[in-house]
């Protein structure tokens, strides 16, 4: 079905919060270029309402790994409930709302 979220949000390195400066949703994180126009990486943490934490690690174009049509770059399909504490390390991203969106139980996730 479609997302039906259609905003992206940049996120800065720094903390945030699902509520207050990113929608709940299911987003794809990408790498933001970087001054001089070459892209980097970044590292994001996701510390879920339940204690819970993921950790990401997001190559940008210039270092993903490219199989025919297929990159590394960015990482997809990102479930982010209400109550996720977001911290982005290192490297600024874009979340943005996901293609492959799907029906998800926001309360239940992460699963225990």
Avoid: C, H, M
């Avoid at 299911?26 to 943490?45: P, Q």
């Avoid at 993921?54 to 490219?66: F, I, L, N, V």
């Amino acid at each position: 079905s479609a997302n039906p979220l259609t905003e992206a949000v940049v996120l800065p390195v720094g903390n945030y919060t699902s509520d207050a400066d990113v929608p709940e949703g299911i987003y794809d994180i990408s790498v933001e270029d970087e001054a001089d126009g070459i892209s980097g990486y970044a590292n994001v943490i996701l510390e879920f309402p339940n204690g819970d934490t993921e950790y990401y690690w997001a190559d940008g174009p210039q270092g993903s790994a490219t199989d025919g049509n297929v990159s590394s770059a960015g990482v997809k399909n990102v479930i982010i409930p209400s109550g996720t504490k977001i911290t982005v390390e290192y490297g600024d991203i874009t979340l943005t709302p996901s293609e492959g969106y799907f029906e998800v139980d926001y309360s239940d996730y992460p699963r225990e």
